[in-house]
């Protein structure tokens, strides 16, 4: 595997100064030579521009947050980083690499979670190379190769983890956010190590179910929330049953028999836990008829 080299790079201006003092007292020599009539002098003289022409191929620039990744007849030679104009030698080929900090979006993919039902899930990478050789030699296309492995660690991630928590799951997509994300970012940073590129964050962006049993999960998600409610509101009801049945024995107003308490429970039930309001009856004759 080849890993990054930091090459020093000299500095462009201290080198373009040179090369253009000596290339204008060349050009001049040249002429002067040639309209002397000194054949061999010319000759020499024009083969001294041509070299230093040559040197002129050094010069390169580098941005910030760029590096330029340098080769040598196809062996690498180093990665240049320093921003500014720079030289070196002019028989270096120079590849430019990003080193600023980009995002990916999937797009929605469908995939089957562990429960084996469809969704549809997509996902924001935030990303950027970190070996600049890593990056050029070790893949094809740094970029296609980021895109491609989020997508695919996206879908293991998904099929790995249910939609939702319904039988003790751990860790679920929906009601596990935080979790999620991280387990992302660990399954795509696993992925693009090998192409010198560091995850800065990975995030779920769209999460759903797939329009086939959408409309199922939506019932089966409200008649969760109503037997939730009801559970709710029945241990609410039963105690303040509970709590009418002591305060009345303890300040008391009234002694009941059990089954008479049966039969307040039950009305008292009736009446807190219908969803109608309740419709007094007034008991003209004794406690018990």
């Not at 061999?40 to 580098?62: N, P, R």
């Not at 062996?75 to 002019?90: H, I, S, V």
């Not at 990478?125 to 893949?139: K, L, M, Q």
């Not at 928590?165 to 979790?179: C, F, I, K």
């Amino acid at each position: 595997m080849i890993t990054e080299i930091d090459r020093k790079a000299r500095s462009g201006y201290p080198v373009l100064l040179v090369l253009s003092v000596l290339t204008l007292a060349l050009l001049a020599s040249t002429v002067k030579l040639a309209g002397s009539g000194n054949v061999v002098g010319s000759v020499l003289s024009m083969l001294a521009l041509v070299v230093v022409s040559i040197g002129w191929g050094g010069f390169f620039m580098v941005h910030p947050n760029e590096s330029k990744v340098l080769q040598l007849f196809g062996r690498y030679a180093g990665t240049a980083k320093e921003a500014g104009l720079r030289w070196t030698n002019p028989f270096l080929s120079k590849i430019a690499v990003s080193t600023r900090v980009r995002n990916f979006e999937s797009s929605a993919l469908k995939v089957n979670d562990s429960s084996g039902n469809p969704i549809e899930i997509a996902s924001v990478v935030v990303w950027r190379v970190v070996d600049s050789a890593e990056a050029t030699f070790e893949v094809d296309d740094y970029e296609s190769f980021v895109r491609i492995q989020s997508e695919a660690a996206l879908r293991n991630m998904a099929s790995a983890h249910p939609y939702e928590a319904h039988q003790g799951e751990a860790v679920a997509l929906r009601s596990n956010p935080t979790e999620i994300a991280e387990f992302l970012k660990v399954e795509v940073q696993d992925r693009l190590q090998k192409a010198g590129v560091e995850v800065i964050e990975a995030r779920i962006s769209h999460l759903a179910y797939a329009q086939e049993i959408a409309s199922a999960m939506l019932k089966r998600q409200q008649a969760q929330a109503i037997v939730a409610a009801r559970n709710t509101i029945v241990e609410g009801a039963v105690g303040m049953v509970k709590m009418a049945l002591a305060e009345l024995k303890s300040q008391g107003v009234v002694d009941l028999d059990e089954e008479r308490k049966a039969s307040m429970a039950s009305n008292l039930l009736v009446v807190l836990c219908g969803e109608e309001n309740a419709q007094p009856v007034i008991n003209s004759g004794s406690l018990y008829s």
